[in-house]
C-alpha cells in the first residue's frame, strides 16, 4: 500500500470501514502503523452499512484535507 501511496503521490490515505466488518478491523492497526511510520498523514472513518454520511464524517473528511492542504502549503 505504501508503494502505491508513493506511485500515486496521494497525499494522504482514508480509511473506510463498516462498523463491526472484522477483517478490515482486524487488518486495520498493522496497515495503519505501517503507513504512520512511513509519515503517510491516514483517517480512520468508520460508518454503518447502508447509511448515508453523518455530518461527523463530513466534519471530520473537511478536517483532514484542510490539514493535507497545510501540509503542502508549509511543503511537508
Given amino acids: ?38 509519515g503517510i498523514p491516514s483517517l480512520m472513518l468508520e460508518v454503518e452499512q447502508h447509511q448515508t454520511v453523518s455530518e461527523q464524517v463530513r466534519t471530520r473528511m473537511e478536517a483532514f484535507v484542510e490539514m493535507m492542504n497545510d501540509r503542502k502549503s508549509r511543503g511537508v
Avoid: W
Avoid at 502505491?4 to 486495520?28: E, M, N, S, W
Fill in 1 to 38: 500500500m505504501i508503494e502505491h501511496v508513493r506511485q500515486v503521490k496521494a497525499d494522504g490515505v482514508v480509511f473506510l470501514i463498516t462498523k463491526f466488518c472484522d477483517p478490515f478491523g482486524f487488518d486495520y492497526p498493522h496497515v495503519n502503523s505501517k503507513i504512520e511510520e512511513a
